[in-house]
């Protein structure tokens, strides 16, 4: 990566002294023309600061200060960061013709010449006739000439590889392993045994099922598409990686930051923007596995932002017989209503011991027998009659979830609308069974296959200002390193049972007055005194954080912990969103000519996680053959050599005792998470190894 050369310190100050964006480009022009780029590329970028307001309409001129940035790049040979620039600069103006052409000059400077071509073609849809794009025409033209023509075979197919319809990728695929440049993935056809599974299948699931088939056969394409691809301009792709959207930052964090630095603009943006009461999203179930942990009796528990009662069911009892075996108290503090109410009603089964497969089904299935809705009703019922001052959101879900009925048509309509897309995951198991049963749940969102209604907590929506998250899949809530291996049981049910197990023994705890669980529909705002004197007066020997901290800036977040713990207490927490402020965690961070060696090395480490855990539980039934998803295995990978360096910046202020990445499969939603414990006490003994029963 080039770094800017030390330079006369007076062009800096007279850089930034200036106050006009035309003066600034101006300059920048003369600098250029004596070939001094460097200094050129200071004052093009002092146009660009001067040109942020977001009130004032000036995108035209933003295109040719980016389109001035990408030909400095150009001269400096510095291609990658010239194609960057100029991708802003097309999105600002696409009829700025100098965008296109310097993105051309350095796509042929890359031997890209094929997609120069082809980005100059469609510039002249929105230039008509534009005589320096057909000059720069002719100019890629003799570059290509020049390549053999296995070469120009191999590039004509490759330009079609970021394509979005998977008949054409999947097309492509089959061309392009019959000349031997791509090798063929051997993928099992689960949409035609869905349709021999279920005869009377909606063709429109058959089709959903058959393109993602087609996408999985092409994902050595889409690998080979990642590695030549350049500079991403989408601005939903910055969203998701930074959380940042303002392009001039994000273009100086790609040219300011190495793999493995620190992102100090993302946690000044969260200073600037935070607004601890504005998510105003709701999920059915948490996204993300929590991690078992040994209770100790007569002890203290603070959970914050639970989303429902993983934390209680993935929690073991220390058993000891020398021990005293006092009352664990829970303290439950969720600032969203309907996580509140639906973790109330689930506690309210257990109490009444609810058959354990219906508690299941209200968690998390779309669709449920009459009588788990008979039982669902009552539960809410005793709620309202036992909770005579509860809070009036909670009173009005409550009321709603009891009157209104969703019927297994609706249901599944509305489940499908939820859905934006139809995951890989089919193809990840080994077994025929196993593929059509998650084929199944996937498109109806069915835990059971003897569902006569609809789920009242899933499709109800009482309170119009939440809205409810997308694309959730209970299977991503599970941690299947955990689950024992049956060979009598397919997929689901041995995820089912395993449940099952786990809310059998929490009745059983509820039911011998174990466990108290205060629940608290409350916000948590550092700058909250009254919460914050009520969580310190809790006095909890363990406070289970969630993923508070990717919402909240650092300081604040340590400040907060730090004055609601004693010199016992003991952080649990996990974080999925800290890859955003740790530069190098995404395959786009590294230059083209890196890419390759950095996919073979995830790879690598991935298949070696796979096959440690394989032989002990469920991911026995996991397929490890075929290479998917290969941006998450990078992530992952990225993630555990950058993850201390996060943690040594995040945790100032505290000891961060325990850093554990979350276990890779193939059935991983989010591979950034990370699993941490921290204390504010350093003597304080922990024993930071997590428990498990099973």
């Known amino acids: 990566m080039i770094k800017m050369e030390t330079m006369d310190n007076s062009i800096k100050n007279d850089v930034s002294s200036i106050s006009d964006s035309e003066l600034a480009n101006k300059k920048g022009i003369e600098y250029f023309q004596r070939n001094l780029y460097k200094e050129a590329l200071l004052y093009f970028k002092r146009a660009i600061e001067l040109n942020s307001d977001p009130t004032i309409d000036s995108t035209t001129l933003k295109a040719k200060y980016y389109s001035n940035i990408a030909n400095c790049y150009n001269k400096l040979e510095n291609f990658e960061y010239a194609i960057k620039a100029a ?13 296109y052409i310097q993105k051309a000059i350095a796509l042929n400077n890359q031997k890209n010449s094929f997609d120069a071509r082809k980005l100059l073609e469609e510039a002249l849809n929105f230039c008509p006739g534009d005589k320096a794009i057909i000059s720069t025409i002719s100019i890629v033209d003799e570059s290509i000439s020049k390549n053999t023509k296995k070469q120009q075979e191999e590039l004509k197919q490759l330009e079609e590889i970021n394509s979005a319809d998977p008949n054409s990728l999947f097309d492509l695929m089959n061309k392009m392993s019959k000349l031997g440049i791509c090798k063929d993935i051997n993928v099992p056809k689960f949409q035609d045994e869905y349709l021999k ?5 909606d063709k429109k699931d058959i089709k959903e099922l058959d393109n993602h088939y087609k996408l999985v056969k092409s994902e050595n394409l889409r690998e ?3 590695i030549k691809q350049n500079f991403i301009s989408d601005p939903n792709y910055f969203a998701k990686r930074f959380g940042i959207i303002d392009e001039s930052i994000i273009f100086s964090i790609y040219e300011k930051y190495q793999p493995g630095e620190i992102i100090n603009e993302k946690n000044d943006l969260k200073k600037l923007y935070v607004n601890y009461t504005s998510n105003r999203m709701f999920h059915s179930f948490t996204n993300v596995p929590f991690k078992r942990f040994c209770l100790n009796y007569g002890k203290n528990y603070t959970v914050i932002g639970y989303v429902d009662l993983g934390f209680l069911i993935n929690s073991f009892l220390k058993e000891d017989e020398d021990i005293e075996k006092n009352q664990i108290n829970f303290y439950a503090y969720e600032s969203c209503p309907y996580a509140t109410a639906k973790s109330m009603v689930l506690l309210k089964m257990m109490e009444e011991q609810i058959e354990s497969k219906s508690i299941l089904e209200v968690w998390y299935s779309s669709g449920w027998t009459k009588d788990t809705e008979k039982d669902f009703i009552r539960a809410c019922k005793l709620l309202l009659q036992s909770h005579t001052d509860l809070n009036k959101d909670l009173q009005i879900i409550l009321n709603v979830w009891i009157e209104t009925s969703v019927s297994l048509t609706v249901s599944l309509k509305l489940w499908r609308e939820q859905i934006s897309i139809i995951s890989h995951d089919c193809h990840n198991l080994n077994l025929e069974k196993d593929r059509v ?10 835990i059971y296959k003897n569902c006569e209604v609809g789920s009242r907590t899933m499709f109800t929506n009482p309170l119009s200002s939440y809205s409810k998250i997308k694309d959730e899949n209970y299977i991503y809530s599970q941690s299947l390193e955990e689950i024992p291996y049956n060979p009598n049981k397919s997929f689901l049910e ?6 099952c197990l786990k809310i059998d023994e929490t009745k059983k705890n509820i039911n011998n007055k174990i466990f108290n669980i205060e629940f608290k529909y409350k916000e948590i705002i550092p700058s909250d005194k009254e919460i914050i004197n009520e969580l310190a007066e809790l006095n909890s020997w363990v406070i289970i954080w969630t993923n508070v901290c990717d919402y909240f800036p ?9 004055k609601i713990s004693n010199a016992d207490t003991i952080h649990f927490i996990h974080s999925m969103n800290w890859m955003q402020e740790v530069y ?13 060696e950095l996919i073979d090395m995830s790879k690598s480490s991935t298949s070696i996680i796979s096959k440690n855990y394989k032989y002990l539980n469920l991911m026995k039934l996991l397929n490890d053959e075929v290479n998917t ?10 993630c555990s050599q950058f993850k201390q360096k996060w943690a040594n910046h995040f945790f100032k202020g505290a000891y961060c005792r325990s850093i554990e990445n979350i276990v890779f499969s193939n059935f991983v939603r989010t591979p950034t998470v990370l699993y941490i414990i921290f204390t504010f006490n350093e003597k304080l003994n922990v024993n930071t190894n997590y428990y498990s029963k099973y």
């Open 629 to 638: 998803n290969i941006q998450n295995k990078v992530m992952w990978y990225c």
């Open 437 to 446: 049963e998650v084929a199944h749940y996937l498109l109806t969102g069915q």
């Open 224 to 226: 080979i598409g990642i």
């Open 494 to 499: 041995s995820i089912n049972n395993f449940i």
């Open 87 to 99: 991708n802003l600069s097309i999105s600002k103006d696409k009829s700025w013709n100098k965008g």
């Open 554 to 562: 650092r300081e604040d977040f340590i400040s907060l912990a730090n």
């Open 197 to 201: 599974a279920y005869p009377k299948a």
């Open 584 to 596: 190098g965690t995404d395959i786009f961070d590294f230059n083209c000519n890196n890419r390759k």
